[in-house]
Nanobody
Framework: QVQPVESGGGLVQPGGSLRLACVAS????????MGWYRQAPGNQRELVAT???????NYADSVKGRFTISRDNAKNTVYLQMNNLYPEDTAVYYC?????????WGKGTLVTVSA
């Protein structure tokens, strides 16, 4: 399986929005649990959101109501819509694909929230 590839990170002001995308090439994309994780400097990697093959979503309490995870199985892509961003959302965001004996990570995309 090819490593997932994230995109969409960048610099945004507090209160702004970004949409991250992750393309996970290969077969059976629709069967995988897809997730977004993040790691801020000096912190451990933490869960942001996951979406199951059936579309069930799960969010960290810190992002509930602000972030939305979605997937387009026809495009082998998972998205993370991030609204009302806070400076504490600054981190490298990683995409994860899990299932069918696979547990693979992308290289990450940097999100910086700063005025």
């Amino acid at each position: 399986q090819v490593q997932p590839v994230e995109s969409g990170g960048g610099l945004v002001q507090p209160g702004g929005s970004l949409r991250l995308a992750c393309v996970a090439s290969g077969s059976f994309f629709g069967l995988y649990l897809m997730g977004w994780y993040r790691q801020a400097p000096g912190n451990q990697r933490e869960l942001v959101a996951t979406i199951s093959s059936g579309g069930t979503t799960n969010y960290a309490d810190s992002v509930k109501g602000r972030f939305t995870i979605s997937r387009d199985n026809a495009k082998n892509t998972v998205y993370l819509q991030m609204n009302n961003l806070y400076p504490e959302d600054t981190a490298v965001y990683y995409c994860n694909r899990k299932g069918l004996g696979v547990d693979s990570w992308g290289k990450g995309t940097l999100v910086t929230v700063s005025a």
